[in-house]
């Protein structure tokens, strides 16, 4: 079965889902992102429990995401990206922190290389990595993307 793909908007700009023949999120992409050229087809209906879960989470009704994944990845990069998701709505950490968490403490930097491949932005929630000093670092989505996901959690101001 084909991959499926929906468009939806968002505070950060549109937005483009992906999901696989079982319904499993593998991708979202942002504006600036292409969408694969081959082997989608668009289906608002086979991505809706995606787009419904974003709108809540958009809306500030939603903080955590129960939908299948499907990112594909290195068993590291995996390991980080589960790490991720147990960061809470509203709370950030750094990369040394999310290094120390995972068990790699020296590997705060390929920890941000796995952050920054994260395939599914915002339902892992990759937004909530930052530096060690506070400042917001590197996002897919441009920094912008990452000061407004973190403000609509109420982790900035």
Not at 5 to 11: F, G, H, K, L, W
Request: charge should be positive; aromatic fraction near 6%; proline fraction near 8%.
């Amino acid at each position: 079965m084909s991959t499926c793909a929906a468009r939806t908007d968002s505070p950060i700009g549109p937005l483009v889902v992906l999901v696989d023949g079982d319904g499993a999120l593998k991708r979202i992409l942002f504006a600036h992102e292409a969408v694969p050229a081959k082997g989608i087809e668009w289906s608002e209906e086979r991505c809706a429990p995606v787009l419904a879960q974003l709108a809540d989470y958009f809306a500030g009704t939603r903080n955590d995401f129960d939908l299948p994944l499907a990112p594909e990845g290195t068993p590291f990069q995996r390991r980080v990206w589960e790490e991720l998701r147990r960061i809470p709505a509203g709370e950030t950490i750094s990369y040394r922190a999310l290094a120390e968490r995972i068990g790699r403490p020296s590997a705060a930097r390929a920890v941000g290389r796995a952050n920054g491949t994260n395939p599914i932005p915002i339902v892992v929630p990759c937004h909530r990595v930052i530096g060690a000093n506070g400042t917001l670092t590197g996002y897919a989505g441009g920094l912008p993307a990452k000061e407004t996901l973190l403000a609509l959690e109420g982790a900035r101001r």
